[in-house]
């Protein structure tokens, strides 16, 4: 029996599409997310709870319902991808871009017993310039990096539409807000730094998640595990979901497998992280 434990195939499917997809019957699912894409998903599979629906902006001003879980304990949890991702913008601006729909949505949640917000997949560069004052309850921040605030215009603006003449723009205002540095502060693009401003604790998102979700749990009984997004690439070995799971998995004695959409520079380093190694649907490359 395998632990199928993807995170999200971006543009593709979600962490629990993907497990679906990926797993043979007898296989036992954990889909998993380090923030970003699929963070409420994941929890809701693992933990159960239910979903509340709330008014919140998105990066162009635009109301729309989202997404609150409510967890068993009373945590409530959010998705940043879900108020203010990139997949609900027909362009990509960040220059213009608003974070101010997630400020928004937390200061509805001001009363809550604890939060939890996944922090990753925004279209903002903003650091929360514009949010709203608030008092944040006790907050948890499932970061999908550990960028620092400095190098976030440069390191994730092109993939948010930022053009080479707007990453200085970008990395200058976001300085001038004069917020925290440090591991995770440029999360959602200076989100994660807004956020320890405002007294959050903020965490490695794909290790925590193992934890909260009970990784070493669902391995017993499992003789390989199986994890994998859309592509493998010099970044994987930035400690994203996939890398961490291997880590986790081998140090356990498990056989690990790294199934990926596609792969790009450098991946053949990080291909040996894995077991063994499959691109799109059948192609299987040996790294052992």
């Known amino acids: 029996m395998k632990l199928i434990c993807p995170t999200a195939f971006k543009g593709t499917f979600s962490p629990l599409e993907a497990a679906q997809r990926l797993g043979s019957p007898g296989d036992r699912l954990l889909p998993l997310s380090d923030g970003g894409d699929g963070f409420l998903e994941c929890l809701q599979h693992g933990l159960?709870?239910?979903?509340?629906?709330?008014?919140?902006?998105?990066?162009s001003g635009r109301n729309r319902p989202v997404p609150v879980l409510h967890l068993p304990d009373g945590t409530l949890a959010i998705e940043s991808a879900?108020?203010?991702?990139?997949?609900?913008?027909?362009?990509?601006?960040?220059?213009?871009?608003?974070s101010r729909g997630l400020g928004e949505l937390i200061q509805q949640l001001a009363d809550a017993p604890r939060l939890w917000v996944g922090l990753g997949g925004s279209a903002t560069v903003d650091g929360g310039r514009d949010w709203p004052r608030f008092e944040l309850p006790p907050t948890l921040v499932f970061c999908d990096v550990r960028t620092d605030l400095e190098a976030a215009a440069e390191t994730f603006g092109p993939q948010k539409g930022a053009q080479p003449a707007d990453?200085?723009?970008l990395k200058e205002r976001l300085l001038s807000l004069e917020l925290p540095r440090g591991?995770?502060?440029g999360a959602a693009g200076g989100l994660?730094?807004?956020l320890l401003s405002l007294g959050a604790e903020l965490v490695n998102g794909a290790e925590k998640i193992l934890e909260v979700l009970g990784f070493e749990d669902a391995c017993q009984g499992c003789d390989a595990?199986?994890?994998?997004?859309?592509?493998?690439d010099a970044t994987t070995l930035e400690g994203?979901?996939?890398l961490v799971v291997a880590n986790r998995a081998r140090a356990l004695g498990l056989y690990t497998?790294?199934?990926?959409?596609?792969?790009?520079?450098g991946w053949e380093i990080a291909a040996a992280n894995f077991d063994e190694v499959r691109f799109g649907l059948s192609q299987v490359v040996a790294t052992k």
């Open 167 to 169: 990453i200085p723009i």
């Open 48 to 59: 159960g709870g239910h979903l509340v629906w709330r008014d919140a902006t998105d990066p």
């Open 82 to 98: 879900r108020v203010i991702g990139l997949a609900s913008l027909a362009e990509r601006d960040p220059v213009a871009a608003s």
């Open 225 to 232: 595990v199986l994890t994998g997004e859309g592509r493998l």
């Open 257 to 265: 497998i790294g199934h990926f959409g596609s792969h790009g520079l």
């Open 192 to 194: 994660g730094a807004k």
């Open 240 to 242: 994203k979901l996939p």
């Open 183 to 185: 591991p995770h502060t």
